[in-house]
C-alpha cells in the first residue's frame, strides 16, 4: 500500500487542506499547533474507524472554528489497483465510499467497510466501542505518534506489531519453520499429558493421584504428630503429677504454720502504730491555726504587690491607648479622600463598560448577518445540487426499469441448467465404445459398412457387427446406463435450459450474464447517490426560508443599534470580510474583557478601602472603649489598695507579722516530723501487720490446696485414658506408615520431575529452532543502524511463540545493553530501525509496500545524527517503503525529503 494524496476538511483547526506524497520520503513541517499531529490522526481514523462511529474518537476530530462535519479524502494504491477513499463522520449517519479508480468500479456502506479491511489486512473496521480499546494499536508499529518515538514496541502485547502475520512472513522467508518429526511430536504430547495429570498452571492438580500421594503424607505425617504429641502429654501429665505431690507436701507441713505465725507477730506491731497515730493527729490540730494565720498575712501581702503590679499595668495601657486613638482618627480621614476619588474612577469604567457592550452587540449581529447570508448561499447550492442528483436518479431509475428483470439466484440456476447439460453430454461420450481392427483375414462390417484394418471408430448407440459370413455380434455402449437414458437426461437438461431462458426473456446465456450486470451496475450507482428525494429538497427550502426569516430579524435588532452602527460608519467603511469582522469583534471583546477586569478590580479596591475604613473605625470605637474601662480599673485598684492599708497596715508591718508567724510554724512542724519519724520507724517494723493480708493469705493457701487436689485427681484420669493404648506402640505404627506412604510420594515425585525435565529438554531443543525467527529480523536491525554506528551495529533479540519478540539489545562497545539503558537519541534510532525492519517484513502482504509515519521522532537526535538517519530512511526506500516525516524543525532536514510540505500557523 502506499499513500498517494488527501484531502482533510472541518478538522479541528484545518478548514480545507490537500497534501499529495512522494512515493519516497515526504517531508511535512510546521511550527507547534500548526496540526501536523492532527492531520495523522484524520487519516489513521479514516482508515481504521468506520464513517458510522460516535462518541469521543470523532469528537476530538471535530472543529470548533469551522461550520461543518469532519470529512476526509485518501487515494492510495494498493494491490496493483488506485482507490480513493472518502468518509464523512456524521454519526450514525455517516457516509463512506471507496472508488477503484482503476476498474472504475465504487461502492459504498458497510459494504465498502468490509472491502477497506481487506485491503488493510484488518478483521474489520472499528466500531465506537472498540476504539476506545483498538484504535491506538491500528498500525502503531508503522505510524509513529508524537511521543512514542523512544518507546520499546516489543514491551507491548504481541499483537501490537501484528505477531501472526509477522511470524507467517518470515516462514515464508525460507526456512525457519520449526521442524518436530511424528515421533516427536508423540513423545512430547505423551509428556505434557502425564504432566497435566498431575499439575496446572497454578500447581499440583487437585484429585490427581499426585495429589493424593501428597496427602496421604501429610495425612501420615499429621497421625505421627498427633502420637507423639500424645505421648508427649503423657509423659507431661506424669512429672506433674509428682510435682504436685510434693507442692501439696510443702504447702501443708510449711507455708500454712508460718503465715498463722506471722499473723500473731503482727497484731501486736499494731497496737504501736495505732498510739502513735493519735498523737500525730494532735500535732496537727495544734498546728492549724498558727498555720491559718501564717497563710492570712501571706495573702496579704500578695494582694498588696498584685495591686500595684496592676496599676503600673493599666497605666502603660492608657498611654498606649491614647496614642493609638490619634493615628487612627489621621488614617480614617486619609482612607476617606482615597474611596471617594476610587468611587469616581469606578463610575468612569462603568460608562466605559457600557458603551463597548452595545458596539459588541453589534459587532456580533454583523458577524450572525455574514454567517446566515454564507448560510443562504450554501442552501442555495445544495438544493441545485440535489436536484441535479434527483434528476440522474430518475434517469437511472429509467434505464433499471428498462431492462429484463433478473436476480443473481436465477442466473446462478441457469448456469446450473448449462453445466448440468455440458456434464450429460460429456459422460454420454465417456459412454462410447472404441473399436480398432488391429488384424485380420476376413471381412468385418458394422452395420453393413466394411472396417479396414488400422481404422479406428468410436460408436455410442447400439450396431450389428458382421466378421466374415457367419460371425454375427451385436454391440451395445455404456457402463451402468444405458445410451439411450443418456440421451434421455441431456435432452431434458436442455429443455430445461431453454425453457428458463425462455420464461426470462433471452435468448442466450451471454445475454442474461450482460444484462445482469448492468441491472447491478445501475443499482450500485443509485446507492451510490443515496437517498436523495424530495422530501430532503423540502427540508432544505424549510432551512432556507428560515434563514430569510432570520436575515429579517438581523436587520431589525440592526436598527435598534441604529446609533451606535452610524458612530461605527463615521470611523471608516463597513467590512464585509468574516475575518475582519471576527477580528473587531476579537479586538473589542478583549477591550471589554480588560475593562471589566478594570472595574472588578475597581470595585474590589473600593470595597477593600471601605472594609479597611470600617476596621480603623472600629478599631478606634474599641480602643476609646478600652481607655474609659482602663481608667475604671485605675481609680478601682487605687482605692482597694487604700482599703488594704487601712486593714492589715503598710507592707512593712505585713512582712514583720509573717516573721513572727514562720517562728511559730516552724517549731511545730519541727515537732511533728519527729513523730511522723517514729511512726514511720514502727510501720517499717510492722509493715505486715495488717491482719486482713494474712487471713486473705491463709485462704488463698487453703484455695491453691484444694485446686492442687483436683488437678492430682484430673491428671490422673487423664493418665488412665491415654495409657489405654500403648502410646510407644501407636508411634511405632504411625512411623512405619509415614515411611510407606512416604516412599510412594517419592516414586511419584521423581516420575513427575523426570516428565519436566523431558519437557524442558524438548523445550530447549524447539528454542534452537525458534532462533531462526529473530535472526532474520536481527540481521535487518543491523543493517539499517549501519550508518549511525561507525564500527558497524550489532543487534540482540530474543523469541516465545508465547510472548513474541523480546529483549532487543545493542552491542556499544564491549558490551550489550538493553533498551531501557540507552541514551534518549539512540532509543530514538534503535526504535525506527525495529519499525522499519517490521514494516520490510510485513509489506509482501501490503503490494510490496508500507507507508511509515515519524510524527516529530528524532527530536533528541543531533544536526549529525540527522544526516545519518537520512541514509538509514533512503535504504528504507530502497527496499521499497513509504517515509513520511514530520517535524516542527524542517531546517534541520534541509534537503532530506524527495517532496517538502511546510504548515502555516493558522
Request: charged share 30%; glycine share 4%; aromatic share 6%.
Amino acid at each position: 500500500m502506499r499513500l498517494i494524496d488527501c484531502q482533510v476538511l472541518n478538522v479541528r483547526l484545518h478548514s480545507e487542506i490537500s497534501i499529495n506524497f512522494s512515493p519516497r520520503i515526504t517531508l511535512i513541517g510546521g511550527a507547534n499547533e500548526t496540526g501536523k499531529s492532527t492531520l495523522i490522526e484524520a487519516l489513521h481514523k479514516t482508515l481504521f474507524l468506520k464513517a458510522t462511529a460516535t462518541g469521543a474518537p470523532i469528537e476530538e476530530l471535530r472543529s470548533k472554528l469551522h461550520i461543518g462535519h469532519p470529512t476526509i479524502r485518501i487515494r492510495f494504491e494498493a494491490k496493483g489497483k488506485t482507490y480513493n477513499l472518502r468518509k464523512c463522520f456524521t454519526g450514525p449517519s455517516g457516509q463512506i465510499s471507496l472508488h477503484n479508480e482503476t476498474d472504475r468500479e465504487k461502492i459504498s456502506g458497510p459494504c465498502a467497510e468490509d472491502y477497506l479491511a481487506d485491503i488493510l489486512r484488518v478483521k474489520e473496521s472499528l466500531g465506537s466501542r472498540q476504539a476506545k480499546t483498538l484504535l491506538q494499536h491500528r498500525w502503531a508499529h508503522l505510524w509513529v505518534k508524537q511521543g512514542n518515538a523512544g518507546v520499546d514496541i516489543l514491551k507491548n502485547d504481541k499483537n501490537y506489531y501484528e505477531f501472526d502475520s509477522l511470524i507467517t512472513q518470515l516462514g515464508k522467508a525460507g526456512g525457519v519453520a520449526i521442524q518436530q518429526s511424528a515421533l516427536d511430536q508423540s513423545v512430547i504430547k505423551k509428556i505434557e499429558n502425564a504432566i497435566e495429570e498431575n499439575f496446572t498452571s497454578r500447581g499440583i492438580k487437585k484429585g490427581s493421584e499426585f495429589w493424593q500421594r501428597q496427602k496421604e503424607v501429610k495425612d501420615a505425617e499429621i497421625a505421627l504428630e498427633a502420637a507423639q504429641a500424645k505421648l508427649y502429654e503423657y509423659e507431661q501429665l506424669s512429672e506433674e503429677l509428682v510435682d504436685i505431690g510434693k507442692q501439696l507436701i510443702h504447702l501443708q507441713n510449711i507455708d500454712l504454720p508460718r503465715v498463722i505465725k506471722e499473723k500473731k507477730a503482727a497484731l501486736n506491731r499494731l497496737e504501736t502504730i495505732k498510739s502513735l497515730e493519735n498523737k500525730l493527729n494532735l500535732a496537727l490540730k495544734g498546728i492549724e491555726p498558727t498555720q491559718m494565720r501564717y497563710k492570712t498575712w501571706q495573702d496579704s501581702l500578695k494582694h498588696h504587690n498584685d495591686i500595684l503590679e496592676k496599676i503600673n499595668q493599666k497605666e502603660k495601657e492608657k498611654i498606649r491607648l491614647k496614642k493609638e486613638c490619634k493615628e487612627q482618627k489621621e488614617k480614617e480621614l486619609s482612607l476617606s479622600k482615597e474611596l471617594e476619588i476610587k468611587q469616581k474612577h469606578c463610575a468612569n469604567l462603568k460608562l466605559t463598560l457600557e458603551e463597548n457592550e452595545k458596539r459588541r452587540d453589534l459587532f456580533d449581529i454583523l458577524a450572525e448577518q455574514h454567517i446566515n447570508f454564507e448560510a443562504i448561499n450554501r442552501l442555495k447550492n445544495e438544493l441545485e445540487e440535489m436536484q441535479k442528483v434527483l434528476k440522474t436518479k430518475k434517469t437511472l431509475e429509467k434505464k433499471l426499469s428498462s431492462l429484463t428483470k433478473i436476480s443473481r439466484k436465477e442466473l446462478i440456476h441457469l448456469k446450473e441448467l448449462e453445466q448440468q447439460e455440458r456434464d450429460y453430454r460429456t459422460r454420454k461420450e465417456a459412454m462410447a465404445t472404441s473399436i480398432e481392427i488391429l488384424a485380420t483375414d476376413q471381412s468385418i462390417y458394422l452395420n453393413k459398412e466394411e472396417l479396414l484394418k488400422g481404422e479406428h471408430r468410436k460408436i455410442n448407440e447400439p450396431v450389428d457387427l458382421y466378421i466374415g459370413d457367419n460371425i454375427y455380434i451385436k454391440i451395445k455402449p455404456g457402463v451402468g446406463e444405458t445410451q439411450d437414458n443418456a440421451d434421455n437426461k441431456e435432452l431434458d437438461s436442455h429443455r430445461e435450459y431453454i425453457e428458463l431462458l425462455s420464461k426470462l426473456g433471452f435468448s442466450s446465456m451471454k445475454l442474461a450474464e450482460k444484462v445482469f450486470e448492468e441491472r447491478t451496475a445501475i443499482e450500485q450507482q443509485l446507492l451510490a447517490l443515496g437517498l436523495s428525494k424530495g422530501k430532503n429538497i423540502e427540508v432544505k427550502l424549510s432551512e432556507l426560508e428560515e434563514c430569510n426569516l432570520k436575515s429579517t430579524e438581523i436587520k431589525e435588532r440592526l436598527f435598534s443599534l441604529n446609533k451606535y452602527l452610524q458612530d461605527l460608519l463615521k470611523e471608516g467603511p463597513l467590512t464585509t470580510k468574516r475575518i475582519e469582522i471576527e477580528n473587531q469583534r476579537h479586538n473589542i471583546k478583549k477591550i471589554l474583557s480588560h475593562t471589566s477586569s478594570s472595574i472588578k478590580q475597581a470595585e474590589d479596591d473600593i470595597k477593600q478601602t471601605i472594609s479597611n475604613l470600617e476596621e480603623l473605625k472600629k478599631a478606634r470605637y474599641e480602643n476609646e472603649s478600652n481607655l474609659k474601662v482602663v481608667n475604671s480599673e485605675l481609680n478601682s485598684f487605687r482605692k482597694n489598695l487604700i482599703s488594704l492599708k487601712k486593714e492589715c497596715g503598710d507592707y512593712q508591718h505585713i512582712k514583720n507579722q509573717i516573721i513572727v508567724m514562720e517562728r511559730q510554724f516552724n517549731k511545730s512542724e519541727n515537732h511533728i516530723k519527729a513523730i511522723k519519724k517514729e511512726l514511720q520507724e514502727a510501720k517499717i517494723i510492722g509493715i505486715e501487720a495488717d491482719t486482713s493480708k494474712f487471713e486473705n493469705e491463709i485462704d488463698e493457701l487453703n484455695l491453691k490446696r484444694t485446686n492442687l487436689i483436683a488437678q492430682q485427681a484430673a491428671g490422673k484420669a487423664r493418665c488412665e485414658d491415654i495409657s489405654s493404648d500403648d502410646p510407644y506402640e501407636v508411634i511405632e505404627k504411625a512411623k512405619v506408615q509415614l515411611e510407606t506412604v512416604t516412599a510412594d510420594y517419592l516414586t511419584m515425585k521423581h516420575l513427575s520431575d523426570a516428565h519436566k525435565l523431558l519437557q524442558q529438554l524438548f523445550g530447549n531443543v524447539q528454542e534452537i529452532s525458534r532462533n531462526r525467527y529473530s535472526q532474520p529480523l536481527t540481521n535487518s536491525i543491523e543493517n539499517y543502524l549501519k550508518p549511525l554506528i561507525s564500527k558497524g551495529a550489532s543487534a540482540q533479540l530474543n523469541f516465545d511463540q508465547a510472548n513474541g519478540f523480546n529483549g532487543i539489545k545493542i552491542l556499544r562497545g564491549k558490551e550489550f545493553y538493553a533498551f531501557n539503558e540507552l541514551s534518549g537519541g539512540m532509543k530514538e534510532q534503535l526504535a525506527a530501525a525495529l519499525r522499519l525492519s517490521i514494516a520490510e517484513v510485513l509489506k509482501s502482504e501490503h503490494d510490496e509496500c508500507l507507508p511509515v509515519i515519524f510524527d516529530d521522532s528524532f527530536t533528541n537526535s543531533d544536526p549529525g545524527r540527522i544526516i545519518l538517519i537520512k541514509q538509514m530512511l533512503i535504504k528504507a526506500v530502497e527496499h521499497g517503503l513509504q517515509i513520511i516525516l514530520l517535524t516542527c524543525d524542517p531546517k534541520a532536514y534541509k534537503g532530506f525529503a524527495d517532496k517538502n510540505i511546510l504548515l502555516n500557523q493558522h
